[in-house]
């Protein structure tokens, strides 16, 4: 088992940055490749990033490329999102998940651990 828990959302106006912060305990945290979603009111969860069990291999999704990075810290079992020039359109819940394939990142259904989530509002 793998417990995950995320932190760091909150209420932002546009243009602005947030760090999200998922920490993970239980199993061993680099045995795991790390995404992050998000799911918006009324849609399905989307693929956000993801980065591999090393920290040398990302994933982004289009719309958030150029403004987010991922980046892991194994030795402090903990996945980060920097989210930068936000826009309302990011405003989500977001979540952090483990996952072992790597091509299987950006597919929802291949996480076998997820967090409950951190609300990110970004106001116009």
């Known amino acids: 088992q793998v417990q995950l828990v995320e932190s760091g959302g909150g209420l932002v106006q546009a243009g602005g940055s947030l760090r999200l912060s998922c920490a993970a305990s239980g199993r061993t945290f680099s045995d795991y490749n790390m995404g992050w979603f998000r799911q918006a009111p009324g849609k399905e969860r989307e693929f956000v990033a993801s980065?591999?069990?090393?920290?040398?291999?990302?994933d982004y999704a289009d719309s958030v490329k150029v403004r987010f990075t991922i980046s892991r810290d194994n030795a402090k079992n903990t996945v980060y999102l920097q989210m930068n020039s936000l826009k309302p359109e990011d405003t989500a819940v977001y979540f952090c998940?483990?996952?072992?394939?790597?091509?299987?990142?950006?597919?929802?259904?291949?996480?076998?651990?997820w967090g409950q989530g951190t609300q990110v509002t970004v106001s116009s």
């Open positions: 980065i591999n069990k090393v920290g040398q291999l990302t």
């Open positions: 998940g483990a996952v072992q394939g790597w091509s299987r990142t950006q597919l929802y259904g291949s996480y076998s651990y």
